[in-house]
């Protein structure tokens, strides 16, 4: 699937003072391996952007509390995980307000701009038309990736990390999951992932600058 975010050219590929940047990911959380990818970020003094699914958030708040306390940029990838092609006006702007509702509930008060979340992601990248513009309606950027390694296949923790760091470039958008089944290789392709990128000069921010 080769997908390209319509808005990747509005995130700066370097920093103010020319580190140039990568954007990692997670979608499906929060989930049982949320803790072992926020330890790995953590060890690697990365901050990221977890696209959360409401109903992911209401059997784990505890977990979504711990990714906001630790500067990570929280947003919306709806409630149950539907394929937004096709799908009908009203199940669409329900999917993504009672996300919005629950991840205000359990987070809101950690929102650092004014108390809500500026992106989502489709889930399987399918859109359709309408996507964008009721996205736009109710206030979110649609952001896709520029890298996906595959992850929710488990391929391997070997390929997740060769297929990254081959395809890493400033500004790129990499595509993980936290949920949707077990991703302690996700979590262990990070732990080898992070270090060998910051040892060439990147770091790594969530995809909202100012949180
Ligand atoms: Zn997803």
Do not use: C
Request: proline share 7%; no cysteine; hydrophobic share 40%.
């Amino acid at each position: 699937m080769e997908t390209k975010n319509p808005n990747v050219e509005l995130r700066p590929s370097h920093t103010p003072a020319g580190q140039p940047i990568i954007y990692f990911t997670f979608d499906d959380g929060p989930a049982e391996n949320t803790p072992d990818v926020l330890a790995a970020l953590a060890e690697n003094n990365a901050k990221a952007t977890f696209f959360v699914l409401g109903g992911q958030v209401k059997a784990h708040p505890d977990l979504l509390r711990a990714e906001a306390e630790a500067g990570h940029y929280i947003a919306n990838h709806t409630f149950s995980h539907p394929s937004l092609q096709g799908i009908a006006r009203d199940i669409f702007m329900t999917e993504m307000t009672e996300t919005a509702e629950i991840v205000q509930e359990t987070v809101g008060d950690m929102f650092k701009l004014d108390g809500r979340m500026y992106l989502m992601r489709p889930p399987y990248g399918h859109t359709d038309d309408n996507t964008a513009v009721w996205a736009r309606e109710l206030g979110y950027d649609m952001v896709l990736w520029t890298i996906d390694p595959w992850d929710w296949n488990t391929p391997g923790t070997e390929a997740i990390v060769t297929q990254v760091l081959a395809e890493a470039q400033p500004g790129a958008i990499v595509l993980l999951h936290d949920g949707g089944g077990d991703r302690s290789q996700t979590a262990a392709a990070l732990r080898q992932i992070l270090p060998a990128l910051a040892e060439q000069g990147y770091v790594f921010r969530n995809l909202y600058l100012g949180w």
